[in-house]
């Protein structure tokens, strides 16, 4: 059995060059992203905007103050059920934008229509 044999392995990375991103796609020098492209329902900051995530989020803080409930911690109940809250307004903000973004395409297309008859009776 040789074990003095070199074996070719691929060198690892450094750790500082750990996940660099070149400037030419699409980022700045400061790794920032400069152009607005990507998922639509996902923020850098951590807020969530896809309803269905914040439905989750609702229902999951709101099971885990049932639970503190269930083994008498009244703080750790109220902080969940703040937590419920905060994403219960959230989820309330987010569909009144949808409302608002569906009742001004709706006004348009009213508006674009209108536009069309009185230039097709002209």
Sequence with gaps: MNNHKRRNYRSRQ????FRRRNISSGHSSNN?????????NFNRNGSMSNPLNLEKAISKFQQLAKDAQSSGDPVLVENYLQHADHYSRRLAEINIKNQ?????????KNHQANDKDVNQTN
């Design 100 to 108: 608002n973004n569906n009742l001004e395409k709706e006004e348009l």
């Design 14 to 17: 450094q750790k500082n060059g």
């Design 32 to 40: 920032h992203f400069s152009s607005n492209t990507g998922n639509k």
